[in-house]
């Protein structure tokens, strides 16, 4: 399929200047992107004759950028939402969420997840990075509602073994091009150390990287000190869990020790900030990460703790946190964190064909309204976007060159009423109040 995006301004996060012009797409790929002032000379350098659209539009001066990608989530925690709120972590974990979740199948989360696509889709992300139980049926419902995903293992000492982790590494990278797979476990504290080792051998038999929960609490750092003698990031990076890169989830209470292993590592941080803030677990040292040149990615969390999947809420959160724990208004500017829920996340989640708008490309892209009142004046798009953008300003998204929200309106295909009824029925299914 053939579209051309047209009469629009352009943030392809190159850096911060806004073009205008027009972005051509063909099938999941961008074949162009700028001015199309001379389509003539365009068709020539592309070796085209010329090109027949299936839909031109017209971007109204709205604003296109790649979208934003969630590189943490349980997608499947939907059924959860403002259902186990207000507690502290452990309790919040053992009492009410482990519970439920012991009486979900695959088929369950497969409807669970399709909710949670819906809600990325209104928020402009376009890609996430989910960790959960049924690695195949979250696929399935990714695939069946375009969304493109990285799962990562969630191995522990309860469920999902070595063997399924690789399993599932070996199947779903190859499956479809919607899907990847990463090996990780959920988190130090939920994994005996052979379990741990295994990890580290799986990671090693296929020299790839690993993911994980890592330092979200002051009790998870003490515990580890308790068990080991050491914090979760030197203890793992002893058993050899970073030889191939990979990195955390959270990383609120690290040490100096702690950050020159994810520098020296080259490990990615996925900061999560209204989950952190809602579950009182802390403020992530992001000035820190950033001065020490790590790569600071941004997440949801899961529609459980946090309580929904809104990046634009994230953002703010991340410099306005910042900005409070450093006591310092001028930290982690908001051009970092644009870049953080974009280029930022493509980097973390390995998908480096979705960092940027340029020609080769995947199209996945987001359209901006700019003209809601939060928008105006247009003194400086980027910071409109963090620190006072909102899911009302996503007028489209596209992901793999397909549109799957418009004007408020879903694709076709996404039957969004039956969604919500499967979601509810679970509910009731399992017990829930």
């Known amino acids: 399929m053939n579209t051309r995006l047209y009469n629009a301004k352009i943030l392809t996060m190159k850096n911060a200047e806004i073009l205008s012009g027009e972005i051509w797409i063909q099938d999941e790929r961008i074949l162009y992107v700028g001015t199309g002032e001379d389509t003539a000379s365009i068709c020539e350098k592309l070796k085209l004759q010329?090109?027949?659209?299936?839909?031109?539009?017209d971007c109204g001066g709205n604003l296109l950028m790649p979208g934003f990608k969630d590189a943490h989530t349980h997608s499947a925690m939907t059924l959860l939402r403002s259902y186990a709120d207000d507690m502290p972590l452990q309790d919040w974990l053992n009492?009410?969420?482990?519970?439920?979740?012991?009486?979900?199948?695959?088929?369950?989360?497969?409807?669970?997840?399709?909710?949670?696509?819906?809600?990325?889709?209104?928020?402009?992300?376009?890609?996430?990075?989910?960790?959960y139980l049924t690695p195949e049926t979250i696929a399935d419902a990714c695939v069946d509602t375009g969304m493109r995903c990285v799962q990562v293992s969630a191995v522990n000492n309860f469920s999902q073994s070595v063997e399924l982790t690789e399993e599932m590494f070996r199947k779903l990278n190859h499956k479809h091009p919607l899907l990847s797979y990463i090996l990780g476990f959920h988190a130090e504290y939920t994994c005996s150390k052979e379990l741990l080792e295994q990890i580290v051998q799986l990671s090693h038999k296929y020299k790839a990287p690993v993911y994980a929960h890592i330092s979200e609490t002051d009790t998870e750092v003490e515990e580890c000190r308790n068990r080991y003698g050491m914090t979760p990031p030197v203890f793992l990076d002893s058993l050899g869990m970073f030889e191939y890169g990979g990195g955390g989830y959270h990383c609120v209470h690290m040490t100096e020790e702690d950050i020159e292993i994810f520098k020296k590592r080259k490990l990615n941080v996925v900061t999560n900030p209204a989950s952190n803030m809602k579950l009182a677990s802390g403020i992530a040292p992001i000035s820190d990460y950033l001065r020490h040149?790590?790569?600071?990615?941004?997440?949801?969390?899961?529609?459980?703790?946090?309580?929904?999947?809104?990046?634009?809420?994230?953002?703010?959160?991340?410099?306005?946190?910042?900005?409070?724990?450093?006591?310092?208004?001028?930290?982690?500017?908001?051009?970092?964190?644009?870049?953080?829920?974009?280029?930022?996340?493509?980097?973390?989640?390995y998908l480096p064909d979705t960092d940027i708008l340029a020609e080769g490309k995947l199209a996945d892209i987001i359209m901006i309204d700019l003209w809601q009142p939060n928008m105006q004046p247009a003194n400086n798009i980027p910071k409109n976007l963090v620190y006072s953008g909102s899911k009302q300003n996503i007028k489209m998204t596209m992901i793999n060159g397909q549109i799957l929200y418009e004007n408020g309106k879903f694709a076709d295909f996404l039957d969004v009423d039956k969604i919500y009824a499967e979601a509810n029925e679970i509910k009731k299914r399992i017990g829930m109040a």
């Open 293 to 349: 040149g790590i790569n600071v990615a941004i997440g949801t969390d899961g529609p459980a703790s946090n309580n929904c999947l809104d990046m634009f809420r994230e953002m703010f959160l991340v410099t306005g946190l910042a900005k409070l724990r450093e006591k310092d208004a001028s930290a982690v500017d908001a051009w970092e964190v644009l870049k953080m829920a974009t280029v930022n996340g493509s980097y973390a989640m």
């Open 95 to 131: 009492k009410q969420i482990f519970p439920i979740e012991a009486k979900l199948d695959g088929e369950m989360i497969y409807h669970l997840t399709k909710l949670a696509v819906l809600e990325y889709l209104t928020s402009g992300i376009t890609a996430i990075f989910d960790m």
């Open 50 to 57: 010329s090109i027949l659209w299936d839909r031109e539009i």
